[in-house]
């Protein structure tokens, strides 16, 4: 009698565990992330819509006003506010972009697809960092876009200038993100997190200096600018704007004046490593949230 052939079962691996899972998770989060913003072609148009205003309608409005109050010998006539305002507004398209990505959280909740995604066989870190990955990498994009209209605004195309721009906008979309889904991670409707974008966000914004210069503001306001964390991206998009652009000293100082804390200059460098710090942080929060059983 022939000995019967004894063959092992194949082996079964249970997804999850590793790093390649992980990082796979984070791929597929992310593509989802760009294939939602790319099929909302309204989203795209409308997004743009608002900075396009702040810019060329507030921004001229302002600039009569600003340059009536300027101190005398400063050569306002050299700069244009809307200059002044144009990281700012850079910084807003990031800002509204970024929350907005954060939304689809609440979305993906209210209808269930969150929850398949929860019990998907690897770790709820990953999909918290496809998430901001994805989110940061969309509200890029959109900021790169209002990149183009630079010039309009006596902004030069400084291949360095540029670069340094992008880098700034990557960091701020990926600490607004973060932010965005900390406070997005225990909303269960949309209407919620709407309330809560009107008391965090906007603050966030015109705190920022965004629109005009931080200094010579009241105590209570200048405490608050300090502690905004958009005030440390929005002043290195500044200061990276006006050292490229040709203006007297005087009015370089009236415009580009920087973060104090007291009668101390905040270095550009110690500016992006503590928002960078705080978005690590928020980061580590919404992955605490999301691990966290439903």
Known sequence: MSALAVTSPAEVRVAGGRLRDDARAVGMVWRRELIRFRRNRLRIITSLVQPVLFLFVLGTGLSSMISSRLPPGSGGGAVDFRTFMFPGVVAMTVLFTSIFSAV?????????????????????????????????????????????????????????????????????????????????????????FQVVMQFVVLPLFFLSGALFPLKGLPTWLGALARIDPLSYLVDPMRKAVFEHIHVSPRLAAYFDQGITWGSWHVPTGLELGLAAAFGVIMLGIAIAAFSRAE
Do not use: N
């Open 104 to 192: 689809s959280i609440v979305w993906d909740r209210e209808f269930g697809f969150l929850r398949e995604m929860l019990v998907a066989p690897v770790r709820r870190g990953s999909l918290v960092v496809g998430k901001c990955a994805g989110g940061a990498t969309v509200a890029t994009a959109q900021a790169i876009v209002m990149l183009a209209l630079a010039g309009l605004v006596h902004v030069p195309y400084s291949p360095m200038l540029i670069v340094t721009l992008v880098g700034e906008m990557v960091l701020t979309a990926f600490v607004i993100t973060a932010l965005g889904t900390v406070l997005a991670s225990r909303m269960a409707q949309v209407e919620s």
